[in-house]
């Protein structure tokens, strides 16, 4: 039985290479950094703040994401939004996305014990 170390290692490691695909997939709408991650946490998609912002700033600077200063409130806010070169990336990743999900549930109905 994996203990509980591994396992978590191994769901950080599946999740590490979702965040990419969460975050294209969430700013369709505009948010700032703290609303995107109570977002992801509400979706049960938790995402240090470690990890997110310096996604955000990579995902900019590759031109997939654009940004706005909102300086209405008292304290200002960037406003993250997807750029059409970060639509075409979602919607790629995400048909990505399903065909490795058919793909191992086709795995799974073949031996549903997992095993070779």
């Given amino acids: 039985m994996l203990d509980d170390e591994r396992w978590a290692g191994h769901v950080q490691e599946l999740r590490r290479g979702t965040v990419v695909l969460a975050c294209l997939a969430i700013l ?3 948010h700032y950094g703290y609303a995107l991650l109570e977002t992801l946490e509400k979706a049960g998609f938790s995402v240090d703040g ?17 940004s706005e ?3 209405d409130e008292a304290r200002p806010r960037k406003f993250y939004k997807v ?15 399903r065909a490795l999900d058919g793909s191992i549930r086709a795995l799974m109905e073949e031996d549903p014990d997992g095993r070779p």
């Fill in 28 to 30: 369709g709408r505009p």
């Fill in 50 to 66: 470690n990890t997110l912002y310096p996604l955000l700033r990579r995902l900019e600077k590759q031109g997939l994401l654009t």
């Fill in 83 to 97: 750029g059409p070169d970060g639509e075409e990336l979602r919607d790629a990743l995400m048909g990505e996305w």
């Fill in 69 to 71: 200063w909102n300086t």
